[in-house]
């Protein structure tokens, strides 16, 4: 797992499980961060959108993302970014349990040969 040491606070790690050569891509988040000295990891799942509108927000989510930031909605976000495709980008950091009933379940269904 790679992980990284931010230089502005020695009290605080930050893991990806999607950085270096053990990428682990079952973990349902992309990053965390622990901080030492109140001995608590927060999850942090990235979302982006190209559109600039910064009122309405859309973004898909796994099921298996929803249900690990469901169990750690406590301390899970999701880092939203939206106008991605723009140098004038806008970051919000959006608590889980804030949208958590407001997600509806999407399924998807592949019938056909290949």
């Known amino acids: 797992m790679g ?3 931010l230089n502005i606070d020695e009290n605080i790690e930050i ?3 999607c950085l270096g050569e053990n990428r682990d891509d079952h973990k349902h988040y992309d990053f965390a ?3 030492k000295d109140t001995n608590k990891k927060i999850y942090i799942e990235v979302k982006s959108s190209k559109s600039n509108d910064k009122n309405n ?3 898909f989510i796994s099921s298996a993302e929803f249900e690990f930031a469901k169990e750690n909605q406590d301390s899970h ?3 939203y970014i939206n106008n991605i ?3 004038n980008i806008t970051i919000k950091q959006i608590p889980f ?3 958590k009933d407001m997600c509806k379940p999407i399924k ?3 019938k056909g040969k290949v």
């Open 3 to 5: 992980k990284l040491r």
């Open 108 to 110: 998807y269904e592949f």
């Open 33 to 35: 961060y622990y901080k």
């Open 77 to 79: 976000f999701i880092m």
């Open 85 to 87: 495709n723009d140098t």
């Open 97 to 99: 349990s804030a949208i």
């Open 15 to 17: 893991e990806s499980p």
């Open 57 to 59: 927000i859309a973004f």
